[in-house]
């Protein structure tokens, strides 16, 4: 049998906005633990949940001051235990996420190294340097932090004067760790261990292509600074090292070492497939996230080109792919798809510009249906189930994503993707907090979502969510008949301009990015269709799977 991780369908779960099981406003793991049958409906097979450890919150959980403790927020770890436990019976891995690159400035070894002297052991874990200029007051390099500003903040010595520098290449609240230094690579591996021993099945890895730094800390110059959505080029002061791969060699010894299989997954932002495949070599990671086609504009040529390119060059290497068309960082696709600038890079977020919901939604669901035919695995990101679209008028005042105490945008950043589900009922919250909560939701969820409900969308057999279900069912019983990682694609003389057609085993899909309606090939039958197939003509914008009659 092929391994479960190889062509896995995995859900993300935003834990904040996913369902609040004590009323305070914030998702936690007494609210995912009452919607696993939920999410063993919907046909997942795994999950992956957003951190969850003790945190000052200032990155939504991505600045760590306790790697072995829960967050109250959230609850603690008699609530983790139960979930592993209850998601596996419920036939659910559990993937957690992992943030190596930094850790809170509230963490004890950060708390420690500001306290001691310069060139100290406990300072050894980080990044400090001197600055420059005549008083060390410029940074030690012209790196920009990610979030806006510079890459590093100057710490004031215990005699009250200006001393060293440390580097974040986020917020400030997020010290890079030294990955040169043997204590941090003593201690991860030991996190590893503490939850591999609770029974999680995996880690995606935050920022996993940043963890080393050129030891020379060269200026960038003219090079481009590389964004958490911009690749990094080649030979990068921080970004995409040959050095962090040894990193994962070790991490995958430490994985292996356990029973089941444990894997990880890379969130690398790299130039290219090719650069991808570098952290999947059989002694490294399992799988890494497929960024090139969360970029791709809504274009039969782009996407096949990525397609290909992907399959190609991991086919080098023996590790699946993975396709992901949203998360928490991006905008959601339902928006994306229903502007004229369909492509993450042209689009970013476009708050105010025009956007066409019915449209973006459509392309949603003929695009799940596509990548859910390719080989290897996809992921879910919360909420597109039920076709939510980007909010793209929050208030400032309820902006919370640190981006926005930095950077020129037009709107609440990352929050727009990040508000809390609908499951049901006619108005806020929607089901999210139970009856008698004592917060609203912590950002406020539009009106409309009255439409979008699960439990609205649960009696439509038309719906987004009706559409996943039966998706990932017939993905699932087609996988289960050996059709799966080992079936390979083959492209099938294009129906019509800007169709993308291709066999897998037994399988046909058809996606129609022309525009006009396709006739589909006589002697298949429809399995499913993102759209109502009239006459064997499948409408522009919508996909269908087909079978031999
Ligand atoms: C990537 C995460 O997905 C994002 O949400 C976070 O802000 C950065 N890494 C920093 O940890």
Partial sequence: MSSWWREAVIYQVYIRSFAD???DGVGDVAGLRSRLPYLAALGVDALWLNPWYASPQVDA????????????????LDDAKALIQEAHEHGLRLILDI?????SDQHAWFQQALASAPGSEARARYHFRPGRGADGSEPPTDWPS???GPAWTRTVNADGKPGDWYLHLFAPEQPDLNWTNPQVRREFEDILRFWLDLGVDGFRIDVAHGLTKDPAFPDLAS????????AATEDHPYFDRDETLAIYEDWRRVADSYEGERVFVAEAWVADASR????LTPTRLHTAFNFGLLSCPWDATALRTEIDATLDVLAAVGAPPTWVLSNHDVIRHATRYGRAHTSLANARRLYGTPVDHALGERRARAAVQLINALPGGTYVYQGEELGLPEVEDLPPSVWQDPNRRYKDHDGPVRDGCRVPLPWSGDAPPFGFSPEGATAPPWLPQPAEWKERTAATQEQDADSTLSHYRTLLRIRREWLGRGLGDGAALEWLPQAAEDVLAFRRGEVLCYANLSAAAVQLPAGYRVLIASEPVAGAALPVDAAAWLVAE
């Avoid at 090079?223 to 911009?230: N, P, S």
């Avoid at 991808?276 to 952290?279: I, P």
């Fill in 276 to 279: 991808v495949a570098r952290y």
């Fill in 99 to 103: 943030v190596p690159n930094h850790t």
């Fill in 61 to 76: 959980g991505y600045d760590v001051s306790d790697y072995r403790r829960l967050d109250p927020l959230f609850g603690d």
């Fill in 223 to 230: 090079r481009e600074a590389g964004g958490m959505l911009d």
């Fill in 21 to 23: 099981g004590n009323g």
């Fill in 146 to 148: 990610i979030f806006g």
